[in-house]
């Protein structure tokens, strides 16, 4: 069950910190925080703090806090399959505690109900997961006797695309196809580096930002069955930045074929 939060005292400090960091630890278990303060704290961290945070609330299991976290996230549009959740190579997430796994459930579905909310579930007591006031219930309901992440995308009638956005609810071949999609980055990374080493460098941005830039694009694109619509869709869903079709269909071309041993 989510843990409350309690208004009360406000974040004044006289540390250095930055004010939005000290508003962040407040999200530690029975901390009082001004409601304000902490939304101007979540609304002012970067991508990073908000990664760094979020992992911290659910290895501490503080299932308030990291749903406060993931519902910032899902402001900014971030999905949870990008907000730095380690589920792809570190056992003790691929293979989470009960507390842990509804930790991620909730984030997944608190996701999907902001982003489809007319969405029509495959079991009609499952419906009631895309109304905010009834999601903790609902995922209690979808986690209960151990059901398995697979279950949870079937009861919730979710397509592949859908799955492709999340950090737990996927069915097992879509989970380990986006597992296999991941071990190919480091080689997506290497053909991009290459690629752009091997030119005379006139753009005005720094090489590293541009070969992370490409790799993020590579990593959509692949998602988004190199559809440029749907990739420039997860490029704004993993980076929080918007691009146009044009933008991916010119892009597209120069990324590299990669298959999963080193080129």
């Given at each position: 069950?989510?843990?409350p939060f309690?208004?009360?005292?406000?974040?004044?400090?006289t540390?250095p910190?930055p004010?939005?960091?000290?508003?962040?630890?407040t999200?530690?278990?029975?901390?009082?925080?001004?409601?304000?303060?902490?939304?101007?704290?979540?609304s002012?961290?970067?991508?990073?703090?908000?990664?760094?945070s979020?992992?911290?609330?659910?290895?501490?299991?503080?299932?308030?806090?990291?749903?406060?976290?993931s519902?910032?996230?899902?402001?900014?549009?971030?999905?949870?399959a990008?907000?730095?959740?380690p589920?792809?190579?570190?056992?003790?997430?691929r293979?989470?505690?009960?507390?842990?796994?509804?930790?991620?459930?909730?984030?997944?579905?608190?996701w999907?109900?902001s982003?489809?909310?007319?969405?029509t579930?495959?079991?009609?007591?499952a419906?009631?997961?895309?109304d905010?006031?009834?999601?903790e219930?609902?995922?209690?309901?979808?986690?209960?006797?151990?059901?398995?992440?697979?279950?949870i995308?079937?009861?919730?009638?979710?397509?592949?695309d859908?799955?492709?956005q999340l950090?737990?609810?996927?069915?097992?071949?879509?989970?380990?196809?986006?597992?296999?999609?991941?071990?190919?980055?480091?080689?997506?990374e290497?053909?991009?580096?290459?690629?752009?080493?091997?030119?005379?460098w006139?753009?005005?941005?720094?090489?590293e930002?541009?070969?992370?830039?490409?790799?993020?694009?590579?990593?959509?694109?692949?998602?988004?069955?190199?559809?440029?619509?749907?990739?420039?869709?997860?490029?704004?869903?993993?980076t929080?930045?918007?691009?146009?079709?044009?933008?991916?269909a010119?892009?597209?071309v120069?990324?590299?074929?990669?298959?999963?041993?080193?080129?």
């Amino acid at each position: 069950m989510l843990a409350p939060f309690t208004e009360g005292a406000g974040l004044a400090s006289t540390s250095p910190i930055p004010a939005h960091r000290v508003a962040l630890d407040t999200l530690e278990s029975g901390t009082d925080y001004r409601e304000e303060a902490l939304k101007q704290a979540l609304s002012k961290a970067s991508l990073g703090e908000l990664k760094r945070s979020l992992q911290k609330q659910a290895e501490s299991l503080n299932e308030g806090a990291a749903m406060r976290l993931s519902q910032e996230f899902t402001r900014r549009g971030i999905a949870p399959a990008f907000r730095g959740i380690p589920v792809r190579g570190d056992p003790w997430w691929r293979h989470p505690t009960e507390e842990v796994n509804f930790i991620l459930v909730c984030a997944d579905i608190e996701w999907l109900a902001s982003r489809y909310p007319s969405h029509t579930t495959a079991w009609k007591r499952a419906q009631t997961a895309f109304d905010p006031k009834k999601l903790e219930a609902t995922a209690n309901y979808l986690c209960w006797n151990g059901r398995e992440p697979g279950q949870i995308a079937i009861a919730l009638g979710l397509s592949v695309d859908q799955q492709r956005q999340l950090a737990r609810v996927q069915f097992t071949n879509v989970r380990r196809w986006v597992d296999q999609l991941h071990e190919r980055l480091p080689f997506a990374e290497s053909a991009i580096r290459r690629e752009v080493e091997s030119r005379p460098w006139k753009s005005k941005d720094p090489m590293e930002f541009t070969i992370k830039r490409r790799l993020a694009l590579w990593h959509c694109a692949k998602l988004a069955d190199d559809k440029p619509q749907r990739t420039a869709d997860f490029y704004k869903m993993q980076t929080g930045e918007s691009i146009t079709r044009g933008i991916v269909a010119v892009q597209l071309v120069k990324l590299p074929t990669v298959r999963r041993s080193p080129l």
